[in-house]
């Protein structure tokens, strides 16, 4: 959807913000603001099925996935460690 062309690394982050946004928000989560430093499972209570869904509309808005190959999964605890696997994915293809 969003690879039609090359996007520029803060509209890799800014997705991928957006959707955290959204779990919050769906979550209800306590959150006032997000950032990279942020850790998905200790301050935003994401249970690793909810990283797995997260993930998987963002392979289907970026049209990447930084887990086939490039980046092991349980190497992501923060928000950072996210954007960077996709920064990593799309910058490789």
């Keep these: ?6 996007l520029q690394s803060y509209e890799i ?3 991928i913000h957006g959707e955290i946004t959204n779990f919050l928000v769906e979550s209800k989560a306590n959150v006032r603001s997000i950032s990279n430093e942020i ?3 200790s301050e ?3 249970s690793s099925l909810e990283l797995a ?4 509309v963002l392979d289907d808005k970026l049209e990447v996935d930084p887990f086939i190959e490039l ?3 349980t190497s992501v605890r923060t928000i950072g460690d996210l ?3 996709y920064k990593k994915a799309f910058y490789t293809n």
């Excluded at 959807?1 to 090359?6: C, K, Q």
Aim: with cysteine.
């Design 83 to 85: 954007v960077n696997a």
């Design 39 to 41: 850790k998905l499972n």
């Design 71 to 73: 980046v092991p999964i």
């Design 1 to 6: 959807m969003l690879n039609n062309h090359t």
């Design 13 to 15: 982050e800014s997705c």
């Design 53 to 56: 869904r997260l993930v998987s």
């Design 44 to 46: 935003l209570g994401m």
